[in-house]
């Protein structure tokens, strides 16, 4: 698909698949392309209409300002939206992506059908902190250059057991979506900053969207129980849990949440009411 950008600068750089169905907005995380979406929209496109786009600094995006904020990257989302002419979509983030749907549910609540917040948090400034294996690995990768980030990135996405058993092969073709043009230092410090003051927590209980929370169970950069906390405070909640899938659960669990998203997204179309309580479901 060709790559289409918003007219107003700094210009984000977005890709539209699908031709019918519900509309569904995925939001990229930390320093990474929309492009990694691609396990998902190859598959939802088939009967929903959807798009990703580049955070301003990363892939086709402008350059944009050197720090930014949470809320300045919900305003960008909202800009996708309105350049698609959505009223509405689905919206789905993973990790800083889901920070930022949190703010675009919060603050334009009207253009949300339905949320889905994937291995992210709510802003705890240190229960969020990764597992000190996790900070090694994403230190490694942030200052240690191409090749390290190449050895690093793995390990600091899936558990062990997984990047043994995938093969090089297809682990290498997959981190080239991801690793093919790396952001400038300048995004990833921005980038850096807007997580590390990212807060919500107290006012998630605002949310009324109907919300799915993805807690992958061996995550070592979002602990899992930032996942808890989450379904502590939204209402409308329910949590599917992968308990063997680490922060790349997009990738590595792709079919079983492809498979959630479609009920979740038919549920709200379908006007079928979501329990008031948290109801987790093992994967």
């Given at each position: ?51 990703h786009y580049d955070h301003l600094g990363v ?154 929370l993805v807690r992958p169970g061996k ?65």
């Amino acid at each position: 698909m060709s790559v289409r950008r918003t007219a107003i600068a700094p210009s984000l750089a977005y890709q539209t698949f699908g031709q019918q169905g519900p509309p569904v907005l995925f939001i990229m995380g930390f320093g990474m392309p929309g492009a990694v979406w691609g396990p998902q929209v190859d598959d939802l496109q088939m009967d929903h209409r959807c798009c990703h786009y580049d955070h301003l600094g990363v892939g086709d995006s402008d350059r944009g300002p050197f720090l930014r904020t949470i809320p300045a990257m919900a305003d960008d989302a909202v800009r996708i939206l309105d350049d698609l002419s959505w009223d509405r979509a689905h919206v789905v983030g993973v990790s800083m992506g889901g920070m930022i749907a949190q703010e675009l549910a919060l603050r334009s609540a009207d253009r949300c059908q339905t949320l889905t917040l994937v291995a992210t948090h709510g802003g705890a400034p240190v229960a969020s902190l990764p597992t000190p294996r996790g900070m090694r690995f994403f230190l490694q990768g942030l200052f240690g250059g191409r090749k390290a980030r190449m050895r690093s990135l793995p390990r600091l996405l899936y558990p062990d057991e997984f990047v043994e058993s995938i093969g090089p092969s297809a682990l290498r073709s997959h981190l080239d979506t991801r690793l093919s043009h790396p952001p400038a230092l300048r995004t990833v410090l921005g980038q850096l900053y807007a997580v590390w003051r990212h807060s919500t927590e107290s006012r998630l209980s605002q949310i009324d969207t109907p919300t799915l929370l993805v807690r992958p169970g061996k995550d070592i950069l979002i602990r899992p129980t930032q996942t808890d906390r989450l379904a502590q405070r939204i209402r409308n909640a329910q949590v599917l849990r992968f308990d063997d899938a680490g922060h790349g659960v997009t990738f590595q669990k792709a079919a079983e949440l492809n498979a959630a998203l479609r009920d979740h997204f038919v549920r709200s179309d379908s006007r079928v009411p979501h329990e008031s309580r948290t109801l987790e479901v093992t994967v």
